[in-house]
């Protein structure tokens, strides 16, 4: 997915999988519209984007915050060298804050990326 200054890549497990794709492919057309223009924002503007579009979270992971008609989604992601964000995974958020297990499982990826990546 290449529309601006900043490419986004989905990550990919050891095995091949990749949790990005498979939400994506769950949602709803109507939420999936919504989620692929977000990320398409994201990858047009990076860094520069704001809230209430995204949040930093903690250890170099950010959310990309998307409301839809059918609720938010939250899918966490972290910046690469060559202008590369990487998109972890994704979760339809309920209430209140993002689940401290979920930041983790971002956190873990990125360091896992980074290792296979040779730290950039």
């Avoid at 200054?5 to 519209?33: H, I, M």
């Avoid at 966490?76 to 499982?105: L, Q, S």
């Amino acid at each position: 997915m290449t529309t601006g200054n900043w490419e986004v890549e989905f990550y990919e497990l050891a095995s091949g999988r990749c949790p990005t794709q498979e939400f994506l492919d769950s949602l709803q057309a109507k939420e999936r519209v919504f989620a692929q223009r977000a990320l398409e924002r994201l990858e047009r503007f990076g860094p520069t984007l704001r809230r209430p579009h995204i949040d930093y979270l903690r250890d170099d992971v950010y959310e990309l915050r998307v409301q839809t008609p059918g609720g938010r989604l939250r899918f966490f992601y972290f910046f690469f060298v060559g202008h590369k964000i990487v998109v972890t995974h994704a979760i339809k958020k309920k209430t209140g804050p993002v689940p401290p297990a979920e930041i983790d499982r971002a956190i873990a990826h990125r360091a896992a990326y980074f290792e296979r990546n040779e730290g950039g």
